[in-house]
């Protein structure tokens, strides 16, 4: 084999090595040659600029998304990449992807890296170019992003009222989520038995743990038990929310009354 010194491959593009004499340095013998030629290729190495990658929040129990956004030093391809965290989430070299068109891409740092809540530094430390196999070490590249906790719901309660079919009103209380910030959540909950239907949602306003808020009517049209389960709950500031909620199904009684003859 024949090793080309880096130093004398100052260009990028196509190169021609020619050989156009070889000698034995035993003998002293040599022999000239004509049309000896391989042309190959010279690529530039992969480098990211430092403000245009970036890591969005998280909430804690799904993966970070990661941006490279307007990168004209990454040609399209794929890419492979390494990179450490620190701060309140710590992990030694972690392994990357991401395919890069018009300067663009996106990548994911998995869920089961995250571990805490808080404000967690993501740094890129080398990059290579898949196609090339071109590499650049030795990056230092980061960016803060946090992991959001999940709103905290335990201790709560639910109660509805029993209404009348015809004009009831049936008004569902939150009650004892006082490990909950105030403010804005969106409530998605269930029906079921009498009354069937799912994913619903609504907006309400917590204060010291409680909150409370009414059922559409068009959702209960029918007489009997109807149950209501919330299913998730979620924050209007981070819209994390929590599908693991130990909030007890309540029943609630709807009465058909009968009107006097």
Request: charged letters at 5%.
């Given at each position: 084999?024949?090793?080309?010194?880096?130093?004398v491959?100052?260009?990028?593009g196509?190169t021609?090595?020619?050989?156009?004499?070889i000698t034995?340095?035993a003998t002293?013998?040599?022999?000239?040659f004509?049309?000896?030629?391989?042309?190959?290729?010279?690529?530039?190495l992969?480098?990211?600029?430092p403000?245009?990658?970036?890591?969005a929040?998280?909430?804690?129990?799904v993966?970070?998304?990661g941006?490279?956004?307007?990168?004209?030093?990454?040609?399209?391809?794929?890419y492979t990449?390494?990179?450490?965290?620190s701060?309140?989430?710590?992990?030694?070299?972690?392994?990357?992807?991401a395919?890069i068109?018009?300067?663009?891409g996106?990548f994911t740092?998995?869920?089961?890296?995250?571990t805490?809540?808080?404000?967690?530094?993501f740094?890129l430390?080398?990059?290579t170019?898949v196609?090339t196999g071109c590499?650049?070490t030795?990056?230092?590249?980061?960016?803060n992003?946090?992991?959001?906790p999940?709103p905290n719901?335990s201790n709560?309660t639910?109660?509805?009222?029993?209404i009348c079919l015809?004009?009831?009103?049936?008004?569902?209380?939150?009650?004892?989520?006082?490990?909950l910030?105030?403010?804005?959540?969106?409530i998605i909950?269930?029906l079921?038995?009498?009354?069937i239907?799912?994913g619903n949602s609504?907006i309400v306003?917590?204060?010291?743990?409680?909150?409370s808020?009414v059922?559409p009517s068009?959702?209960?049209?029918?007489?009997?038990?109807?149950?209501i389960?919330?299913?998730?709950?979620?924050?209007?500031?981070?819209?994390?929310?929590?599908?693991?909620?130990a909030i007890?199904?309540?029943?609630?009684?709807?009465?058909d009354e009968?009107?006097?003859?």
């Amino acid at each position: 084999t024949i090793t080309i010194p880096s130093t004398v491959l100052t260009n990028l593009g196509v190169t021609s090595f020619n050989i156009s004499a070889i000698t034995n340095t035993a003998t002293t013998c040599a022999n000239t040659f004509t049309n000896v030629q391989v042309n190959f290729i010279v690529n530039p190495l992969p480098n990211v600029t430092p403000s245009n990658i970036t890591v969005a929040d998280t909430c804690i129990d799904v993966d970070a998304n990661g941006n490279i956004l307007g990168e004209t030093n990454l040609p399209d391809g794929n890419y492979t990449f390494t990179y450490v965290l620190s701060g309140a989430n710590t992990s030694a070299s972690q392994n990357g992807a991401a395919a890069i068109t018009s300067g663009n891409g996106t990548f994911t740092i998995p869920v089961t890296l995250f571990t805490t809540t808080g404000v967690t530094t993501f740094t890129l430390t080398s990059i290579t170019n898949v196609a090339t196999g071109c590499t650049t070490t030795g990056l230092s590249i980061s960016d803060n992003f946090t992991v959001i906790p999940l709103p905290n719901a335990s201790n709560a309660t639910i109660a509805v009222n029993d209404i009348c079919l015809i004009d009831g009103v049936a008004t569902v209380s939150v009650s004892n989520a006082s490990a909950l910030t105030d403010g804005n959540y969106t409530i998605i909950y269930d029906l079921t038995d009498a009354n069937i239907s799912s994913g619903n949602s609504i907006i309400v306003t917590f204060t010291s743990g409680n909150a409370s808020f009414v059922i559409p009517s068009t959702l209960l049209t029918n007489a009997g038990n109807t149950t209501i389960t919330i299913q998730d709950l979620i924050t209007n500031t981070t819209f994390c929310g929590t599908s693991t909620l130990a909030i007890s199904p309540i029943t609630f009684i709807i009465d058909d009354e009968v009107t006097p003859t």
